[in-house]
């Protein structure tokens, strides 16, 4: 993407394709972001194969599925995003999210990052928004948390 | 969890009256460490817009019956005299008086409009009940050592304000110490 935009701040956002996600991601870009001065860059970690994935498909047939759905959530997100006027880049990776977000912490030395509070799922309720609760554990630079209300 | 408030005469203080004006409402609670520095810092270096936020900032001072415990390990109140226990009580409103003065004025030499509050009792309920009140578009504190009791993680206040206000909450790190 060609642009003479420089970046005040890159804000590192990390998501699964759960309604509060992007909820967080609206609130955030609502109230406590800036299009003239943040660059977004939307991460989302996808999953290895599963045990009854390898059961009921061959692997490289799940993680092209995986791939597929991972491309269209970060392409749907960027599109609305770059509609209210913001610069976005968009990442896609294989792994655990706790540890994909800390890679990318290093890798891309952000100046934010925003999470929701609870992603997606019954396991997630249990330990209460465990992604969240690792990057403000592990993050060195502040970390904006969207409660799912 | 009982509200001591009554007793003693220890009420909330306004300190600054948060001006009426329209705009988004920051609020930063704060205590007397370093690390507080570093959340009124982040703030003042980019995330406040001058020209349209308000800040809110906010203290809880510790209750008389808070401070008996935690900073001289009493169990029960002792017998202290009723000069002495004004004494404490005035000494920790004229502490959380003058620190919430000082950081506002780091606030008011930018000309970002600013109220300050200082708070008593339990550092969690207070701020949460007072949060609640303000309805502000996001909440800035400390990751670490808001509050009496510290942890070394995640503070104790930071955690509880994260699971239990429906607001954002940004979690400001500490400065790494620099060798």
Known sequence: MVSDFTAKRIVLIPVDGSKNSSHAI?????????????????????????????????????SKAEYQRSTVLLESLAEILKSNGYHVKAISTVGDARGVIDDQLELLQPDLVVVASHGKGALEKVFAGSVSEHVVRHSNVPVIVIPFN | MTSRKDELDEKPIEVIPLPTTDGRLIVIAIDHSEHADTTIQFALD???????????????????QNHLYLELGYHHTPHISPENIQKLVQYEGKRSVELLNKKAALFLEKNIKIGAYSLVGDARYALEEKINELHPSCVLVGSRGLGVIQSTILGSVSKYLLHHLNYPVTLVPPKPKSN
């Open chain 1, 26 to 62: 609206d609130c955030a870009t609502k109230s406590l972001l800036s299009p003239e001065g943040d660059l977004l860059v939307l991460l989302h970690a996808r999953a290895m194969s599963t045990f009854t994935a390898t059961l009921a498909m061959k692997n490289d047939e799940f």
């Open chain 2, 46 to 64: 980019g995330f406040i817009n001058p020209n349209t936020d308000k800040v809110m900032l906010l203290n809880v001072r510790p209750s008389l």
